[in-house]
């Protein structure tokens, strides 16, 4: 027992003596390695699957647990639906621009193979398969960040260093997510499948001289860092993503570029959380060089809570301390960022490509069946996932991601050299339950 405290003395000693600016930052000074770092980037380099002549961008929302376990299984749907006429959608994905809770699986696809053979290959040694991605996206990674914080190196981090509440869940990402299973080794941007899709992690700049502004993890913003994307962590970048106001701290980096300068990030969702003016800078940087664009936007919105109309008084039990009608404005203030960006991206699409381009927008009002519609929008933000939340959302995406939908059916014909007539924005709603579906 003794000893016990003697080393926890130690560890408190160590991390006293080096300093709180320790684990202020994490990006090293350099350049950006190349070509492995090279697909976190807006140019595309190398298109992918059997359509050189379509850009195809993937755009995750956040949403926590939420967007993260939508995402992965749109993802994976998209992977087999026309798999028994020789196409796999997700195989013609060139770029994914991804926001807080949909970086959890755009971050994933980017290290795994689709294959054990494949993966053996790679540095993450990790599979993307069903049962893998389902099972990961789903787990609460709440639980796990809480039980992080009572290991005795994390608390005596927290308390003598720059060791943060975003440090401890940017951990939590890695040891369950992006590390190599084996070693425990902490991925970096230059362990990404080099035969994935660029990968666009957004976040939201928080520093005084630039607030509010885009934050990207990509080559384009390290080298303006002069720091090198290739060596940092990709849990890092993730969890700067999904740093939500008030529950986790700024992600910081160090820019070289300037003495005792630093940046300071935080959940992308404050900018755009949608991922769509990300995508939109990639349809610019490559608009030369292909002819059709194609855009899908899986969009785990849900409206905001508000107060029932019903109840004379809108206060909780919490809110005789704090009122907690923060958080309704806050997510006011998405609900209105989040129409104007759409309306942006959709007259963007329009004036520039015209019938040359398509945008699939995935949301839950998509879904025919009211109840099941309700029950989807009824799951809270948070990075964990209920059982029967994670069922109502295995079934719509059963009911969404179908060869009958007619906005994949036009995205086929857009692969193969055909126009869109009607206008860039498509939606498509799965019918209503029959009588005899509900039987069942």
């Keep these: 027992m003794k000893r016990r405290w003697r080393l926890m003395g130690m560890i408190i000693g160590m991390a006293v003596l080096s300093g709180c600016s320790m684990y202020s930052h994490t990006n090293v000074k350099g350049d950006t390695a190349e070509p492995a770092a090279s697909k976190a980037t807006f140019t595309i380099h190398h298109p992918r699957g059997r359509s050189e002549e379509t850009l195809v961008i993937l755009a995750l929302s956040g949403g926590g647990s939420r967007a993260a376990y939508w995402s ?35 971050a994933y696809y980017a290290i795994t193979g689709d294959s054990e053979e494949e993966a053996r290959k790679l540095p993450s040694k990790r599979v993307w398969n069903r049962e ?14 809480v039980g992080s914080w009572f290991l005795p ?27 190599q299973p084996m070693l425990g080794w902490d991925l970096r941007f230059s362990d990404i499948n080099p035969h994935r899709p660029n990968l666009i992690l957004n976040a939201t700049d ?12 990509t080559v384009e913003q390290f080298k303006a860092l002069h720091s090198d994307l290739g060596d940092y962590e990709i ?33 992308g969702g404050n900018y755009d959380n949608l991922g769509l003016l990300s995508a939109m800078v990639v349809l610019e940087n490559n608009r030369r060089r292909f002819d059709r664009f194609v855009v899908i936007l899986v969009d785990s919105y849900v409206p905001g809570g508000g107060v029932d109309h ?13 009122d907690l009608n923060f958080l309704d404005s806050f997510d006011s203030l998405l609900a209105v960022n ?5 309306d942006i991206f959709s007259n963007y699409l329009d004036q520039t490509f015209g019938d040359k381009s398509l945008f699939y927008h995935i949301v839950f009002d998509d879904i025919g069946d009211d109840g099941l519609r309700r029950q989807l929008q009824a799951i809270k933000t948070d990075f964990k996932i209920r059982p029967g939340h994670a069922e109502a959302i295995d079934r719509a995406t ?6 009958d939908n007619d906005c994949l059916k036009q995205i086929q014909v857009m692969l193969t050299g055909g126009r869109n007539p009607d206008g860039p924005l498509c939606r498509w709603r799965s019918p209503p339950p029959t009588r005899t579906s509900h039987n069942e």
């Design 235 to 267: 849990a890092r970048a993730v969890m700067a993503s999904a740093a939500f106001p008030g529950a986790f701290n700024y992600m910081t980096l160090k820019d070289y570029k300037e003495n005792n300068h630093y940046f300071h990030v935080f959940d």
């Design 153 to 179: 190196v994390n608390i005596a981090r927290f308390w003598f260093t720059a060791y943060d509440r975003s440090d401890i869940m940017a951990q939590t990402f890695a040891d369950n997510l992006y590390d």
């Design 132 to 145: 893998t991605v389902r099972r990961l996206m789903r787990r609460n990674y709440r639980i796990r960040w």
């Design 72 to 106: 992965g299984n749109v993802m994976l749907a998209l992977d087999e639906v026309f798999a028994d006429q020789g196409w796999n959608l997700l195989h013609e994905v060139d770029a994914i621009s991804s926001v807080s809770g949909g970086s959890l699986p755009a």
């Design 338 to 342: 989040r129409a104007r960006i759409l």
């Design 398 to 403: 059963q009911l969404l991601i179908v060869q």
């Design 206 to 217: 928080g520093t005084a001289d630039h607030f509010g502004r885009p934050f990207t993890f």
């Design 310 to 322: 019903e109840k004379y008084d809108g206060r909780g039990i919490l809110d005789f301390g704090v």
